[in-house]
């Protein structure tokens, strides 16, 4: 008889949600989903990260009371460039007039 002994690993997934700050409707009947954020810590990055990387295609926008902030103490890069880096439409605050342009009225 053979036989082996953990010699196979088995992936699974485990069940996460995120729930977006706002949901836009887009006049092509889309959603634009909006993230809002002060702070954004590292938790919060890697959430929206795994939720893109997961649901591919999303209309996914962040809108920051200051884009310019450092992501860490000993970082150089920004909420912006995170976002850059990311391929994420970001602006700072308030929304700008051409993302409501965008959307349905009423």
């Not at 002060?38 to 959430?47: A, I, L, M």
């Not at 884009?67 to 976002?83: E, R």
């Amino acid at each position: 008889m053979t036989f082996s002994y953990e010699a196979l690993r088995l992936p699974y997934v485990q069940s996460h949600y995120y729930t977006p700050d706002f949901l836009l409707q887009k006049l092509d009947g889309s959603t634009m989903i909006v993230e809002t954020k002060g702070y954004f810590p590292s938790d919060d990055r890697g959430r929206i990260k795994r939720a893109l990387e997961a649901n591919p295609g999303l209309d996914f926008r962040m809108l920051f009371s200051n884009p310019l902030t450092k992501i860490g103490k000993k970082s150089a890069t920004t909420y912006a460039a995170w976002c850059d880096r990311l391929g994420i439409p970001w602006a700072k605050a308030p929304l700008p007039q051409a993302w409501l342009d965008e959307c349905r009225r009423g």
